[in-house]
T-cell receptor, first 114, second 112 residues
Framework: KAGVTQTPRYLIKTRGQQVTLSCSPI?????VSWYQQTPGQGLQFLFE???????NKGNFPGRFSGRQFSNSRSEMNVSTLELGDSALYLC?????????????FGAGSRLTVL | AQRVTQPEKLLSVFKGAPVELKCNYS??????LFWYVQYSRQRLQLLLR??SRESIKGFTADLNKGETSFHLKKPFAQEEDSAMYYC??????????????FGTGTRLLVSP
């Protein structure tokens, strides 16, 4: 079966712009989690959605937002981009909410902010 | 608050040598612990979880609640073990929901 699909894979933006990233989970998976991966900080939890509801949110500013649709696909948005937002954004899905459930990760969306 | 600490950013060993990647955690409840691995140009994937108590690719990890540790071990490292390893903890937040928190990762480099 198809894995977790993230689009776009690469994108370049300038400071002040906004960006929307998309994640399609594995068929049948209803939970989607987002992480920011950087060399210095590792994986930082952004948020998790389950059945279109945000269950958890990490310690990121309000510029970072997300949503989940009825088909479990999820999007995350970053507004007013800053240089420090440059990172690999990973999406992961699981059948039920994360925790004891194993996460299946996508390949990521690499964002570069100039 | 739940926290995962991986003290080593880089661990370099020779092929055939024993490997131990350290992971310490901070959590007041009963944790669920995992090791995830990311090989070069591959996706992050689960290596093992403590509740399974299994050996994957020769790796094992034992949960030590007294020392709050979940170190990953392998008696004889192979070159194909070179990868980035992340320890992760699942704990219940104040919201009542569980959250998976990752450490900063340790890069394992196995030289021939």
């Amino acid at each position: 079966k198809a894995g977790v699909t993230q689009t776009p894979r690469y994108l370049i933006k300038t400071r002040g712009q906004q960006v929307t990233l998309s994640c399609s989970p594995i068929s049948g998976h209803r939970s989607v989690s987002w992480y920011q991966q950087t060399p210095g900080q590792g994986l930082q939890f952004l948020f998790e959605y389950f059945s279109e509801t945000q269950r958890n949110k990490g310690n990121f500013p309000g510029r970072f937002s997300g949503r989940q649709f009825s088909n479990s696909r999820s999007e995350m948005n970053v507004s007013t981009l800053e240089l420090g937002d440059s990172a690999l954004y990973l999406c992961a899905s699981s059948v039920e909410p994360s925790g004891a459930n194993v996460l299946t990760f996508g390949a990521g969306s690499r964002l570069t902010v100039l | 608050a739940q926290r995962v600490t991986q003290p080593e950013k880089l661990l370099s060993v020779f092929k055939g040598a024993p490997v131990e990647l350290k992971c310490n955690y901070s959590y007041s409840g009963s944790p669920e612990l995992f090791w995830y691995v990311q090989y070069s140009r591959q996706r992050l994937q689960l290596l093992l979880r403590h509740i399974s108590r299994e050996s994957i690719k020769g790796f094992t990890a034992d949960l030590n609640k007294g020392e709050t540790s979940f170190h990953l071990k392998k008696p004889f490292a192979q070159e194909e073990d070179s990868a980035m390893y992340y320890c992760a903890l699942s704990g219940r937040m104040n919201t009542g929901f569980q959250k998976l928190v990752f450490g900063t990762g340790t890069r394992l480099l196995v030289s021939p």
